[in-house]
């Protein structure tokens, strides 16, 4: 019953991740619609944070991992795509259009909101309280005799 719950959070995550993907193809939103586009950014994260909270409630170290491998790839793809967008300036206009797509595929609950700095603040966030000894205290290794 537990993994079924689990699916179906990541499944729902899943699914709003696609949303997000297909939001930020869309032109820019304005008044109405880009308020909710941004509550939509920031309940993005619902998802991860109650998985991030089951785990550290039933100490489950793979559901805790999972979930900074999820972070870490986001955080890390973003910046190399981004650094590669800006290092791409002076090549060809299809190479810009490429690394933009990945960076969309990768970025798109950041880019959806087109406030940065909260979503980046939110993975980073997730990232924090999956690491061993942030919040749970790590486990004291036992010293052989």
Do not use: D
């Not at 940065?116 to 309280?129: E, G, H, I, N, T």
């Amino acid at each position: 019953m537990k993994r079924c719950k689990e699916a179906v959070l990541y499944g729902i995550w899943a699914a709003m991740y696609v949303a997000a993907v297909l939001l930020s193809l869309v032109n820019h939103a304005q008044g109405a619609g880009l308020v909710l586009i941004q509550i939509y950014s920031v309940a993005f994260f619902i998802p991860g944070a109650i998985l991030a909270v089951k785990a550290l409630k039933e100490k489950n170290k793979t559901q805790l991992k999972r979930l900074r491998v999820i972070s870490i790839l986001s955080l890390a793809l973003t910046v190399v795509l981004l650094v590669a967008n800006f290092l791409s300036v002076g090549g060809s206009a299809q190479l810009g259009r490429i690394l933009n797509s990945f960076l969309i595929l990768v970025s798109a609950p950041m880019l959806i909101c087109f406030n940065w700095a909260v979503s980046l603040f939110l993975w980073a966030c997730l990232l924090m309280v999956t690491i061993p000894g942030v919040i749970l205290p790590r486990e004291k290794r036992k010293k052989p005799l």
